[in-house]
């Protein structure tokens, strides 16, 4: 799981799409979303700069991330944080 002083490299990294381990590091992103405190302003500042990215896959993040901070009790850790989770679907179909 990513610690606050990583997380602008991961996103860097995430955005890069010659980055080998974008995926992984994508999945990342979505874990620390399900296990971080929704109103912590470090995941504000985060999703700001994410929501203003060229990368589709950061924006996606950001998008459902802004839902389940608008909506905490909207949050299932599966989704999050599951094999089966967000980051097996990097963008909307």
Known sequence: MPTWSTLPTLMALVADPDCPQRAYLL????????????????LTLALVAANASTDSWL???????????????????DDWCG???????????
């Open 83 to 93: 094999l089966r989770s967000y980051r097996a679907r990097p963008v909307d179909a």
């Open 27 to 42: 999945g990342s992103l979505y874990c620390l979303v399900g296990h971080t405190d929704l109103t912590d302003p470090r």
């Open 59 to 77: 924006r996606t993040w950001a998008r459902r991330a802004d839902a389940v901070v608008a909506d905490p009790a909207s949050r299932n850790r």
